[in-house]
């Protein structure tokens, strides 16, 4: 998937597939376990492990940690915590890791043990909206593991001439060049989902959007998408235009 060599794939207990990525002496920076979630499309993250460090097996246990086995001279086995879910059909939890007496029993951690950092957690994507009467949809998905949630929120604003301006008119919604204009909310929703989940997003007019949409007989609004972040600034996903039509009867 990265330029290295698939070595073993594993299901977890929760419904994702674990990959074993090596690299090689050609691409050493392949070195990866990849976590793929089978949904229409799959989407994967990647945890690189470093130069030196190519897996060659993977076992999954009931605590939620992936195990592996690394080729370096140490001989390591590390460890990738907390990233597998509860088990998808409710039952018990238990290795993934194969038969018996391939050698990917899961190990206790020992001194050399490798320290993994995800190359992609809780990031968000945000589809393209669809317009359905006074409502749009989205598609938002967050790659991740399970513990790392994406947070969106999805605001519609919209362009108002500002009362009390000359020429102007208060019940006027589309702005002309050289004319004053505010920003009015007219639509908010706030998310958040696992990693490694999806979730179709509906963000319906609020009531001033409504009322606008009823007086003019349109409303050309923007969607502003961001995702919320631990101790940082929000980050800007996506601004799109989006024109919205009465519901034809």
Aim: proline share 9%; glycine share 14%; aromatic share 4%.
């Amino acid at each position: 998937m990265n330029e290295g060599e698939p070595r073993v794939i594993r299901a977890a207990p929760d419904g994702t597939l674990w990959l074993a990525e090596r690299g090689g002496f050609s691409h050493p920076a392949a070195n990866a376990l990849v976590r793929i979630v089978p949904t229409d499309p799959p989407t994967a993250t990647v945890y690189p492990l470093g130069s030196g460090k190519g897996p060659l097996s993977l076992a999954t246990d009931e605590h939620g940690n992936v195990w592996f086995g690394v080729s370096d001279s140490s001989s390591a086995i590390g460890r990738l915590a907390g990233v597998v879910g509860p088990p998808a059909n409710g039952g018990g939890g238990g290795s993934a890791g194969g038969s018996a007496g391939d050698g990917d029993s899961a190990a206790k951690p020992t001194p050399g043990a490798v320290v993994v950092k995800p190359g992609s957690v809780g990031v968000a994507k945000v589809g393209t909206p669809v317009v359905k009467g006074e409502s749009i949809t989205v598609n938002q998905l967050c790659i991740g593991p399970p513990q790392e949630p994406c947070a969106v929120v999805y605001l519609l604003d919209a362009g108002e001439y500002v009362t009390g301006f000359p020429g102007t008119k208060p019940r006027v919604a589309t702005a002309s060049a050289g004319r004053k204009t505010k920003q009015v909310v007219v639509g908010t929703k706030s998310l958040s989902i696992p990693g490694g989940t999806s979730k179709k997003v509906t963000i319906t007019l609020n009531a001033k959007g409504r009322a606008i949409l009823k007086r003019d007989g349109v409303l050309h609004t923007t969607l502003h998408v961001s995702q919320k972040r631990k101790g940082a600034k929000p980050k800007s996903l996506k601004t799109v235009k989006v024109t919205f039509k009465p519901a034809k009867k």
